[in-house]
């Protein structure tokens, strides 16, 4: 893929490599919490799932964020956004999930899926913002107890 450049930000995108990897999965444990956060194991996991696809965000030719998603018969799922604390609040989020539901929408996916903690106001405001939808609450989905959303969006 051609790097993408938001003209304001100086963020572009590119594609996940395997060398990537390590850098991945450090600011995987920087944003989520213990228990939150993917293990080694998961993360190339999830990494190589049906459809699976990393797109990556460089601010200043350094990884500022990713996001990993997957589908499978015509459903997307959104595995994990990350945007390093410095860099939230400045489009790289935003340009990472556009990019994904246009990679998506490419696949044929039609519906995205995603979980998120009922707690975190910031990240639910995030996927509200984006036409992500609520459809009910799944108990216990992380550690302590905490409960998620499960959220959809059709996309056309």
């Known amino acids: 893929m051609a790097r993408a450049q938001h003209p304001s930000m100086k963020t572009a995108l590119r594609d996940y490599t395997p ?3 390590d850098a991945l999965y450090e600011i995987d444990q920087k944003v989520f919490e213990t228990g939150v956060a993917y293990s080694r194991r998961q993360l190339r996991e999830y990494l190589q799932l049906a459809g699976a696809q990393c797109i990556l965000a460089e601010a200043g030719g350094k990884i500022a964020g990713f996001i990993v998603t997957a589908h499978e ?4 799922y959104i595995v994990t956004i990350d ?3 410095a860099h939230r609040r400045q489009s790289a989020g935003t340009l990472l999930l556009a990019e994904a539901e246009r990679r998506l929408a490419l696949s044929g996916v039609r519906e995205i899926e995603l979980e998120t903690a009922t707690d975190n106001t910031s990240a639910v405001a995030f996927w509200q913002k984006h036409g992500y939808r609520t459809r009910g609450v799944i108990k216990n989905y992380y550690p302590n107890g905490r409960d998620a959303f499960s959220m959809r969006k059709s996309i056309p």
């Open 83 to 85: 945007v390093l604390p």
């Open 73 to 76: 018969d015509g459903v997307g």
């Open 19 to 21: 060398a990537d990897f």
